[in-house]
């Protein structure tokens, strides 16, 4: 006969088991819904994967009411400072529902412009907004990123912080007003002989209290509120960049002059940029970055920049693996590259991961176009790149390499760590080069990390100096593929050529 203690502890070791057995229930039921998550898009072909970003990714709507900024005394002198007008304009849109905040025929001085939800900022044809060279006028410090690293720091030119239904439209022009004498010489000298206007001795971003104290702080986790920088660090501001944004749409405009990345979407989803024109020669001028984001559609944009034209990013180091947001869905489509450091690029702040990358129906072509297709790590960075996927190219010249692929990607001294990259499936469809420079393929890997799946289909290359130069990398097929009037055959299974 039990007693009524053990009846007790009897029953409570009953349904101690009958809990325990629905947690493990539950749990499992979770796992396999995220692994069949995390496995969606291998189930998928990549064309449906690219058919679905095209379809989902939506225009955002805008109410069709219109605040004209000459109403809140805004002056297209190119003397008078805007700013103020600009904030009136932008926030009695936002509190009546939202709609278009136009900016007439003119030239406008202002400070940085901060979107809020439902505005569509409209420049119409002679409308040119001329950004302040004074950093006092980036104050206050927004949450901000530099280089794959956040930080309070200057605020953007044009900036969004956690905004929906947002825009920059028209045939205007947005001017950063960058050059030799303010914004770029913080870049300090660098490896290729570029100055832009710095002087040995004057303070730039490479000091030791600048970037490699963020950097570090990177490392170390330290909390963003944390990592204030502006005044005497000398980190140049983005110039566009939507933050934790959704429905984002970039339209029509040319930018130029860029004090540093051009247009970086950061941690936001639905973003379209389509028919921009970028040119800007400065240092770190990258014409579009990517980072964090989902569903991003680049089209019918001109990109003609002092570094890549496009180049898709996911965090620098810890800090990317702590975020650990891939960059995902993103489309390149009817795009023009003509000078940059590469055409398309991946990385090299790519930590949390990049995958479903399409580059389709785009031209390159430049004698100071570096690489059409680019994708650089090593092992501080880490991550992982699946799928790019690049189809009806057409290439005139580039100076290195028609797709360069590199594990060993190193500047800002020692650059290798614990943290192992992998790189995988990258395909080149239908796709034309006149002049591919030194080769076709440049791709080097690591001993315990093979590069592995890259297949060319279509390709005919006239002339490269070489074909290739592999190191550690595997599974690379050829379908029809020409390079220097030589059909290729599939022998390069090979780690080492």
Not at 98 to 122: A, D, Q, R, S
Not at 465 to 473: D, M, P, Q
Request: hydrophobic share 35%; proline share 4%; glycine share 8%.
């Amino acid at each position: 006969m039990k007693t009524q203690l053990q009846k007790r502890f009897f029953n409570k070791n009953i349904i101690s088991c009958y809990l325990l057995g629905i947690l493990l229930i539950i749990n499992s039921c979770v796992e396999k819904k995220e692994k069949k998550e995390e496995n969606i898009n291998s189930d998928l072909k990549y064309s449906d994967i690219y058919l679905n970003i095209l379809k989902n990714t939506k225009v955002p709507k805008f109410k069709d009411t219109t605040y004209n900024v000459l109403d809140f005394e805004a002056i297209g002198d190119n003397k008078t400072i805007c700013t103020k007008a600009f904030e009136k304009a932008i926030k009695t849109c936002t509190e009546n529902g939202g709609g278009i905040v136009l900016v007439p025929k003119g030239k406008y001085l202002t400070g940085p412009i901060h979107l809020e939800n439902n505005v569509n900022l409209h420049l119409e044809d002679g409308a040119e907004i001329l950004f302040s060279t004074n950093p006092d006028d980036y104050y206050p410090l927004v949450h901000t990123s530099f280089e794959g690293i956040e930080l309070m720091n200057y605020s953007p030119l044009i900036y969004a912080y956690k905004k929906n239904n947002i825009a920059i439209t028209g045939n205007g022009i947005l001017n950063g007003q960058a050059n030799e004498t303010n914004w770029w010489p913080w870049k300090g000298s660098t490896s290729e002989g570029h100055f832009y206007g710095y002087k040995d001795g004057q303070p730039s971003q490479k000091d030791s209290l600048n970037l490699p104290t963020l950097m570090d702080m990177g490392q170390n986790g330290s909390p963003v509120e944390k990592r204030i920088f502006g005044k005497n660090h000398f980190l140049r501001p983005n110039f566009l960049e939507p933050f934790e944004c959704t429905n984002v749409l970039i339209k029509d405009v040319k930018i130029i002059n860029a004090p540093f990345w051009i247009i970086h979407p950061i941690k936001s989803n639905n973003v379209i940029i389509d028919g921009v024109t970028v040119e800007s020669h400065g240092p770190n001028n990258d014409g579009c970055d990517p980072e964090y984001s989902k569903n991003v559609i680049i089209k019918n944009c001109t990109f003609n920049t002092g570094d890549d034209c496009i180049a898709i990013k996911a965090g620098r180091d810890a800090e990317g693996r702590r975020v650990a947001i891939k960059s995902e869905n993103i489309v390149v489509l009817n795009c023009k590259m003509i000078d940059g450091h590469g055409g398309v690029v991946i990385g090299s702040e790519m930590s949390a991961g990049v995958r479903n990358v399409f580059v389709q129906d785009c031209t390159m072509d430049s004698p100071n176009l570096e690489r059409a297709i680019r994708i650089k790590t090593n092992t501080r960075r880490g991550g992982t790149v699946e799928g790019v996927y690049v189809k009806n190219l057409k290439v005139g010249q580039v100076k290195e390499a028609v797709l360069k692929i590199n594990m060993h990607y190193g500047i800002y001294g020692n650059q290798t760590g614990d943290f192992i990259p992998e790189i995988r499936n990258i395909i080149l469809e239908n796709v034309t080069v006149n002049n591919g420079g030194e080769y076709a393929i440049l791709a080097n890997g690591l001993e315990n990390s093979i590069i592995k799946n890259i297949l060319f289909k279509n390709v005919k290359i006239d002339t490269v100096r070489e074909a290739f130069s592999l190191e550690n990398v595997n599974d690379v097929k050829f379908i029809d593929t020409y390079i220097n009037n030589k059909k290729m055959t599939n022998n390069l299974n090979q780690t080492k050529l």
